[in-house]
């Protein structure tokens, strides 16, 4: 086989047969086939776009160019949950001590994450004592003994993703359907999850700004996971404003331990109620949505998620006590509260931009190097659709430095207020089941 006719193919629209598709992947991962083919082969895909089989055995041959996490030791049937990614997106953290509420085993490998605050795996390490490095053994044990762990990334997983993914940023190649839903589904697969839910966001803050293409990325995601035996469905959820009201490291893990104690923001009490019903009966533990939503809701009011959360805690070595006492997590020195200058509906909170302002306290990455600051962050005290009176408080910073003017200017002017009544988003915005 010949990289050039593969590419010549592709682009007069041809569709690539499984085993170009392997010559392609393995040979890029060894170093065989140079950079430039590569980059011109996906400019070709950008163009002619891929079918579903394609897109199934590009999947797979990405899993394959690496090491697959094997969980067939933990015992029943083993759900992951995959967000796109969003400001504030606490999500992971109470919804994965819920769904294990209910009999569904949590095996989670999370990242740390550039962007406007960390990853999960940051967020958990403002827990005091808490690792995120344990050996498979020791990875299963636990799932089977308490149904949860969060761990760091391990093992050298789909590295023909990492090299692709690189080239792709630097060649106008990455807002492209079929190679985003293969590089995200191929991470996932080998994670090794029997089943995948995907919370897909769209609006200011996500990936994909608009629901149009929100919901093509869903649908080929979810084929995709279904073609290739692992039974997928996704959600798209808005992210035109932050979920929930804290955008923070360790603020966030109290608002994860609020979630679960039934106390949470109501958007992000939503959000795990509709994607952990959906998780509990892909893992066999209720036959309706309805169903799962009503054990959800016990593990919740029970304290049985709380419980879990406590165990999974005490098990990775962290200090289980800030679940009782969230004070214990680390504090910012300064709260600074930010004040309406106008009375009206609030009819914006930008995001994007407000999670920049997180990120600029020093709550997440500007590059690979940098150092988090897990005590700072915005915690938010309206949300869209809200009321709002003059001198009513709208955010307090959290903050260890005090020359944040700028940051209090970025704030305002993301925050809108307006004298007609706007209506609060809907969070979710729909289902994706094939
Ligand atoms: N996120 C991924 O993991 N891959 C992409 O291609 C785009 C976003
Ligand atoms: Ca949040």
Redesign the pocket.
């Known amino acids: 086989m010949r990289m050039v006719d593969i590419i010549e193919k592709k682009r007069n629209g041809e569709e690539l047969s499984t085993e170009e598709i392997q010559f392609i992947i393995q040979g890029y991962t060894a170093g065989e086939i140079p950079d430039y083919q590569v980059s011109a082969l996906m400019m070709a895909i950008y163009f002619q776009d891929m079918n579903e089989r394609e897109r199934a055995d590009l999947t797979m041959a990405m899993v394959q160019s690496g090491d697959q996490i094997d969980l067939s030791k933990i015992e029943g049937i083993k759900v992951d949950k995959h967000s ?1 990614g969003g400001v504030g997106d606490t999500t992971t953290l109470s919804l994965a001590a819920m769904v294990a509420a209910c009999g569904v085993p949590v095996a989670k490998m999370s990242g740390r994450g550039l962007g406007h605050t960390g990853g999960t795996i940051d967020k958990l390490e403002s827990i005091s004592g808490f690792h995120v490095e344990l050996s498979t053994e020791q990875f299963v044990k636990q799932v089977n003994d308490i149904k949860m762990a969060v761990i760091g990334q391990s093992g050298n997983l789909t590295p023909a ?1 990492k090299k692709l ?1 690189a080239l ?1 940023d630097v060649t106008g190649t ?1 807002p492209s359907i079929p ?2 839903a293969s ?2 589904m191929s ?1 996932k697969i080998a994670a090794g999850a029997d089943s995948i839910v995907l919370d897909v966001k769209t609006g200011d803050g996500a ?1 994909m700004k608009t629901l149009e293409d929100a919901e093509e990325l869903a649908h080929a995601m979810v084929k995709i996971g279904n073609n290739v035996g692992r039974k997928t469905m996704a959600i798209i959820s808005d992210m035109s404003q932050p979920l929930g009201f804290a955008i923070g490291n360790a603020l966030e893990v109290k608002e994860a331990i609020d979630t679960l104690r039934g106390e949470g923001p109501e958007d992000l009490q939503e959000l795990c109620y509709t994607l952990g019903s959906q998780m509990v009966v892909l893992g066999g533990k209720a036959s309706s949505i309805d169903e799962a939503r009503a054990m959800l809701k016990e593990a919740v009011t029970s304290g049985a998620a709380l419980n879990i959360f406590k165990q999974f805690i005490a098990a990775q070595g962290g200090d289980d006590s800030v679940v009782d006492d969230p004070t214990r997590l680390p504090q910012a020195k300064y709260k600074i509260k930010v004040a309406a200058k106008e009375s009206g509906y609030i009819s914006k909170i930008e995001a994007d931009d407000i999670g920049i302002c997180a990120m600029l306290l020093g709550a997440g990455r500007a590059t690979k190097e940098s150092e988090i600051d897990l005590s700072v962050g915005l915690v938010l005290h309206k949300k869209v659709g809200d009321t709002v009176e003059i001198g009513d408080q709208l955010v307090t910073i959290h903050t260890n430095k005090l020359d944040i003017d700028d940051i209090i200017q970025k704030l305002y002017s993301h925050i809108e207020i307006t004298k007609e009544k706007t209506d609060a988003p809907q969070l979710i915005k729909k289902i994706i089941t094939e």
């Open positions: 796109t993703d993914y792709r990455v190679l985003i590089s995200i991470k990936f």
